[in-house]
C-alpha cells in the first residue's frame, strides 16, 4: 500500500497547486486564536501554550501522506536541539485525534501532534484549501479518504508550512510551499530558530509573572521551577556574536539586560537558600563578581556585563531601573521581560 501511496501523489500534485490556498500569515503577523485538540482529544488553546512557551508550528497534510511522515521523522533528529534552545514543537494537521493517536503509536513521536480536524487554525493562517472531486476519487483508489482521516466532509487541507512564535504570539518565521514534496530542511528551520532568538527572550515573561509579585522574587517557588530559566538562559547562550551585532541597539540593550536579570535569578537559586545576595562568593570576590552569565561562548560576571558592556556602550540612563541585583537598595524585578520597543 506504501509503494502505490507513493506513486500517486506526485500526480497529484498539479492539482493541489492549482487549489492551493491564498494569503498565509507572514512574518510579524499575529498568531490566531484557535482551539486544537490533543491526541487523547483534550482541548489544546494554541495561543496560551505559545504564550508560555515559544513554539515551531508544523503544518502537515496527515498521516497518511508519505512526505509528511518523512518531514515528521526528521524533525525528531533536530528536536533537542530546539528544546535546549528554549522552542517547542507543535504539529497540525487536519487528522482526528483517533488518527493522531495510530501515528504517534507507530512512529513514537516524542513533540505534540495536534487535531485541526475542523480547520479553523489551518484557515485562520491563510492555509486551507479544497480538495477537488477528481482528486479526491484517484486519492481513495490508492486508499486515501480524507473524511475518514479527518472526520469532517469539508474535504480541506492545509499547504504545508512551518512557522516560528514567541511568547507575545507574533510570527518571527513563516514558511509555506504548495509543493508537498518540497519540505523545509532542518538546517533551514534550525538556522530560522537561531535567528529568532531575540523572541526566546520572552521565555522569561511566565517565569516572571509566576514568581514575581510586588517586585519581589519568591525564589523557593523559582527553585522548584527553575527548567523556565534554565531554558531561557540556555536559549541566550546560543545567540552568537554574529547575530547580536546585526541587530539594533535597542534590541541589543534589551537583550542585555534580560541576560543579566536573568542570571542573577540563577545565581541566587544555585545558593539558594540565603538570607541576602551578599552572601555568596567571598572576601575578595563577591556575587557580582563570580562568572554567572555565558555569553558569545565565554563566562563573565555581573560586573563586566553591567559595567564592561552595558553602561559602556550604551549610555542609557534608565539602566539602573532594569537592572535587578536582588539588593534590597535595587529596583524591584519586573513580571515581565524587557522588550526592545521598551527601551526607546
Known sequence: MKKRTRLVLPVLLIALVAFGAENPLQTGDPVPAVILRTVDGTPFDLKAAIAEKPAVLVFYRGGWCPYCTAHLSQLQKIESQLVNAGWQILAISPDRPEKLAEADAEHNYSYTLLSDSKMDASKAFGLAFEVDAATREKYKGYGIDLETASGESHHLLPVPAVYLAGTDGIIRFAHSNPDYKDRLSNEAILEAARAAAPAAQNLFDPLFRRHVENGRVDYRALQADR??????????????????????????????????????????????????????????????????????????????????????????????????????????????????????
Not at 312 to 325: D, F, T
Open 227 to 344: 527548567l523556565p530559566l534554565t531554558r531561557a538562559l540556555a536559549a541566550a547562550t546560543a545567540v552568537t556574536e554574529s547575530q547580536f551585532n546585526a541587530w539594533d541597539k535597542s534590541r541589543q540593550l534589551a537583550f542585555l539586560i534580560n541576560l543579566y536579570n536573568a542570571a542573577t535569578l540563577e545565581l541566587i537559586v544555585d545558593h539558594y537558600p540565603v538570607k541576602s545576595i551578599k552572601e555568596i562568593g567571598n572576601w575578595f570576590k563577591g556575587p557580582w563578581d563570580q562568572p554567572a552569565v555565558s555569553l558569545f561562548g565565554t563566562k563573565i560576571t555581573l560586573n563586566e556585563l553591567e559595567h564592561g558592556i552595558i553602561r559602556k556602550r550604551y549610555h542609557e540612563p534608565r539602566i539602573h531601573m532594569a537592572l535587578v541585583c536582588a539588593a534590597k537598595g535595587c529596583p524591584p524585578a519586573a513580571q515581565r521581560s524587557l522588550h526592545r520597543r521598551k527601551t526607546r
